[in-house]
């Protein structure tokens, strides 16, 4: 009798939504196949990515030697030892020349916890360098900051997803759902059917076209106003006496200062800033507040995303959006709520414990005096020898190579040269370093240009955890051995600070979970009491889980805000333009966003036959409109020209994109990276670059539509 072939559950490789899948593998080496598992978020279902995710264990160009680079300039294989060693002796040549702070670290939002807390360790233990940060700098910090600032505690939904199910409203500011986390949008079938699904975005994406016969309402908005649309909508809601008032008098500091804030900003002129008709305004918000819990309905939910997030004025956007919440007492109630939906696979987990460069394990400020003994004292050192807070990711790598800026740069989980923006000068910056050491599982972009590489494990090779978009800590296990060299992130850390002469970093994820677990114990973000066991057991963890006997959390607020008066904070909050608002030369919009098919720099799925087969290269949506006054035709040549570049991609001409907008994916590399052309101005209080919007040029070309930059 042949036995049944062995069957691991784990979850998706890709997105926060974490869908719950079982992996068994195959007869072809290092290949499973995957089938999904009825689970909360997933409810049994996976999208296109998640059932062709085991293709990339075996793409043929996966990195399975360490490599360095040679006096010819090639890159060329090498041991572990000897990478090892090269990388050690040359950090410990360019401290020694110019501080410990010319050593910096860049984590990644993928990254397991384990990997994720021994990166910020290795960072301020092994390197002594305050030079670190992560690539969620460019995705979920704006909410972050505002959620912290309001509530106290940041946690991408403070409620389970499934909670959604109930509800008659969803707000969803910049959130394409329905193509970044397809299985999500069963969740939104109670809103739909109650006509209350409610979504602002510039174009009429996927997520935007279920609010069609009647289920819902599409705010196109102009690109950059999601601001004040969110304060109109909160005017009528006040204005209209569709409000909480108790809610807000027992539940926040200063509802006065929320009166105030949207006092002016009543519908007519909103409409001149958003280009959502009045009365369109005033119909989202009687809607919503009609399934507020004040009013007798179900339940509402407002939800922010990437769309709203990614701009200089991120942060106050968000803050708008929680500010329309409290107005309808959505925070803490049973069945409504605000959250920010978390995008990549551990975007939750991966900015809490020390990937910041202002944050310590739980969640706890690098600066704070206590945190720092505390943490200190788990890793075995002095207080004072802990750095302080350093660059956040956009100032980092803008510092990379200067006279008092970083010689080296460790990259883990993050491809800078397609995901960050102003791409120009980021590959000058990289480019000027004095070495650059990335750890990849395919040879991205970024690993192309550095002078280590190191193979790491993926998902199905590897043991660990992520924290869901849910605050929902799993577990990762591997099915599969790693194939070749190819080890985990860990044992670069552990190798690299062995040679340093520090101790204390495991290669055992087990381990290195128990040590989180410690240093985690009192912080915000506190998974003191979640243990291997617990969840190989089927418990169902939210964080924060205290000690070994919680239940965890599924649900915040319902007692109280995470802040020192228990209330919720008002943060007044006033539009302003994009950046780069439009000019006679620029006279459009540039927004960029997602696909069905692919997933962040596209480095994973770019490789997969399946998904390339249906979304094979760039291309920009431009209006019918605008596209045959400017002579371009559907898949001809257009040239996009911002102040940062130019660059020739095929036009795809469709009414479902405004006409003072054009739309570009993101996802591809090389010259059809449109974050050659992204603005790298900062939210003055997350440090969020503003890749959603900028004046662009738009024009027919003549060149063969390849994308190739001017």
Known sequence: MTPEPTRVPTHCPYCALQCATTLHPVERPGAVEVQPRDFPTNRGGLCRKGWTAPDVLTVPDRLTVPLVRNAAGELEETSWDAALDFVTERVRALQAAHGRDSVAVFGGGGLTNEKAYALGKFARVALRTASVDYNGRFCMSSAAAATNRAFGIDRGLPFPLADLRTAGAVLLVGSNLAETMPPAVAHLDGARGAGGLLVVDPRRSATAGLTADDAGIHLKATPGSDLALVLALTHVVLQEGLADRDYLNDRTDDPDALIRSTASWWPERAERVT???????????????????????????????????????????????????????????????????????????????????????????????????????????????????????????????????????????????????????????????????????????????????FPVTQWAEEDGTMTSLEGRVLRRRAAIAAPGEVRSDLAVFAGVAERLGVRGFSTDPAEVFEELRQASAGGKADYSGVTWDRLDGGEALFWPVPHNGHPGTPRLFADGFATADGRAHVVPVDHRPVADDLTTDAPMYLVTGRLLQHYQTGAQTRRVPELVEAEPEVFAEIHPRVAAQLGIGDGRPMRLRTARGSMVLPARVTDDVRPDTVFVPFHFGGAEAVNELTNDALDPVSRMPEFKACAVEVTAAALPATGVPA
């Not at 009609?290 to 106050?316: I, M, Y």
């Not at 409504?336 to 990549?344: D, E, L, P, R």
């Not at 202002?358 to 207080?383: F, H, K, M, N, T």
């Open 275 to 453: 280009g959502v008709p009045a009365a369109t305004i005033r119909r989202a918000a009687r809607v919503l507040a009609a399934a507020a819990p004040v009013n007798g309905g179900a339940g509402a939910f407002v939800l922010t995303g990437r769309g709203a997030e990614q701009h200089s004025k991120g942060t106050d956007t968000v803050t708008a959006c929680i500010n329309l919440a409290l107005a309808l007492g959505l925070p803490g109630r049973l069945g409504s709520g605000y959250g920010s939906i978390t995008g990549q696979g551990n975007g939750q987990g991966g900015r809490e414990h020390g990937q910041k460069a202002d944050q310590l394990p739980g969640y706890r400020s690098i600066s704070d005096p206590v945190a720092r003994e505390y943490v200190a004292g788990v890793w075995g050192i002095d207080p004072d020898e802990l750095p302080g807070p350093g660059k956040s990711a956009v100032e980092l790598i803008n510092s990379l190579g200067t006279a008092n800026g970083p010689k080296a740069l460790f990259v883990h989980g993050s491809n800078l040269l397609v995901s960050a923006p102003h791409l120009s000068s980021v590959r000058e910056r990289l480019s000027s370093l004095d070495l650059l050491v990335v750890a990849d599982v395919v040879p991205s972009e970024t690993a192309l240009l550095a002078d280590v590489v």
